[in-house]
């Protein structure tokens, strides 16, 4: 189930629409809502850094505790032993974070394809979630990008940037909200910075990712 501002999200269905259709509908109605535009809005303003094994501390040069994620890989880290964990070279792919908002234990994936989705939160959630637990789990995807035909992209507005389903992204950010929808655990979604928001267009009409990844420092000392 899928929360947003801490109330559940709930949209328009049809019953006689296919699962995918669904899926879209889902994706496009949270692309839209005021809280998440609100913070994709705040997010391009954040400025790229490069991160070091090696960071300077107020005690002078430190050695900083990371894990990097590659393509379809994921990783869960324990709070505490990690400082930074993230991805990148993302630009059809989405970076997915969960995290236990009660125990901090935080799990990275980049994912590249509809077919790993399933499968691949089984495997993000089988050590955050106890299976007796209904535990809250904040939830960012980042990446993605509309990656549609330059005329198209050049001559159409925000919006029907947003709900064009073409390319690789679309369906991708469309399996992975479905199936956090379908699932019994409570899903806070905090940031879904993909295809329209995360994208720009140059003199030409190509479009680009805003960005490409993304790294979490301590994931577990925030709600």
């Given at each position: 189930m899928i ?6 999200f709930n949209f ?6 296919s ?6 509908n889902?994706l496009l109605?949270l692309?839209?809502h ?5 913070v ?8 790229e850094r490069?991160?070091?094994s ?11 505790k990371?894990v ?11 709070p505490?032993l ?9 630009t059809?792919?989405v970076?997915l974070?969960?995290r236990?908002q009660?125990?901090g234990?935080?799990?990275?994936a980049h ?9 691949g ?6 050590l955050?979630?106890d299976d007796?637990?209904d535990?809250?789990l904040?939830?960012h995807?980042?990446g993605?990008?509309e990656?549609i035909?330059?005329k198209h992209a050049?001559?159409?507005t925000?919006s029907?940037?947003?709900?064009k389903?073409?390319?690789y992204?679309?369906p991708?950010?469309t399996?992975i ?7 019994p655990e409570n899903?806070?979604?905090?940031t879904?910075?993909?295809l329209?928001?995360n994208t ?12 490409h ?10 709600s």
């Amino acid at each position: 189930m899928i929360f947003v501002g801490g109330d559940s999200f709930n949209f328009a269905n049809s019953s006689s629409s296919s699962s995918s259709q669904q899926g879209s509908n889902l994706l496009l109605d949270l692309m839209k809502h005021p809280i998440l535009e609100s913070v994709s809005q705040s997010f391009k303003s954040i400025q790229e850094r490069k991160v070091s094994s090696r960071e300077y501390g107020s005690e002078g040069l430190t050695k900083s505790k990371y894990v990097y994620i590659f393509q379809r890989e994921y990783a869960t880290v324990h709070p505490g032993l990690v400082d930074f964990v993230g991805t990148d070279e993302a630009t059809t792919c989405v970076g997915l974070v969960i995290r236990n908002q009660l125990t901090g234990m935080t799990s990275v994936a980049h994912l590249d394809s509809p077919k790993v989705v399933d499968f691949g939160l089984t495997q993000m959630l089988s050590l955050i979630v106890d299976d007796t637990s209904d535990a809250d789990l904040d939830v960012h995807l980042i990446g993605g990008f509309e990656d549609i035909a330059s005329k198209h992209a050049h001559s159409t507005t925000g919006s029907e940037r947003i709900s064009k389903p073409d390319g690789y992204s679309f369906p991708l950010c469309t399996k992975i909200i479905e199936s956090l929808q379908k699932r019994p655990e409570n899903f806070h979604i905090k940031t879904l910075f993909v295809l329209g928001h995360n994208t720009k267009w140059d003199s030409q009409g190509n479009a680009y990712p805003i960005f490409h990844g993304f790294m979490s420092l301590k994931p577990w000392t925030h709600s």
